[in-house]
């Protein structure tokens, strides 16, 4: 059986991943002790909210520290909505807030207005097919080895992440014509803007994938 420590800083759907960690058949430990994170196995960091209180509450309990020293030592590490997010380096969201500085690149608001002249509502709610980005061949040996190009997670947020490196971005949605990053991956660190504890069995696919980094 697995271990994953799932990192508790008071904004994170904590029942719902554990649950769908557990279904996947992971030992799940759920913490704010910086000590059990730094050591863990494998690290979730799940997130809802603001950019700048989220990393707000990392900061404040050590837990930034806990999760840079345990990706330090290549620990697997899984953010999921925001917990993706708070990987960057900065956001712009309200105001510019540094990041964990994990993936190259910021956060800043989805337009409402596509780069075709499509109207976006905001939030970006609902279902949305999975597409590989140019710079990705193939999703062997990713996150996404067990799903398919045709797939659709959930997704529930009005920011979204642009990597600096095209080889970071592993898959992406196409919103209205705005193209939003789906997935990354920098070695031993991946997020996922969707929730995969939201999207059925393609997204207990891909934390069970997660599993076996």
């Not at 592993?170 to 504890?197: K, L, R, S, W």
């Amino acid at each position: 059986m697995t271990d994953v420590t799932v990192v508790d800083y008071g904004m994170g759907n904590l029942f719902s991943v554990r649950m769908a960690l557990e279904h996947c058949g992971a030992r799940v430990n759920v913490t704010s002790n910086p000590s059990e994170i730094e050591h863990a196995d494998r690290i979730v960091l799940p997130g809802v909210g603001a950019f700048t209180t989220g990393m707000n509450e990392l900061c404040r309990n050590g837990l930034d520290v806990a999760i840079k020293e345990a990706r330090c030592k290549g620990t697997p590490l899984l953010g999921i909505c925001l917990g993706m997010q708070m990987l960057f380096d900065y956001s712009k969201e309200f105001e510019h807030t540094n990041g964990l500085g994990m993936v190259n690149g910021g956060v800043v608001a989805i337009p409402n207005i596509s780069p075709s002249g499509v109207k976006c509502k905001i939030p970006h709610i609902g279902w949305a097919q999975l597409e590989s980005s140019e710079s990705v061949s193939t999703w062997q040996n990713t996150i996404l080895s067990n799903v398919d190009s045709s797939d659709a997670v959930y997704f529930v947020h009005s920011f979204m992440a642009k990597p600096d490196n095209d080889s970071a971005l592993i898959a992406m949605v196409d919103y209205g014509g705005t193209i939003i990053t789906a997935v990354v991956q920098e070695d031993n660190v991946v997020g996922c803007q969707f929730h995969p504890e939201k999207s059925g069995p393609v997204g207990l696919a891909v934390l069970k994938q997660f599993l076996k980094l």
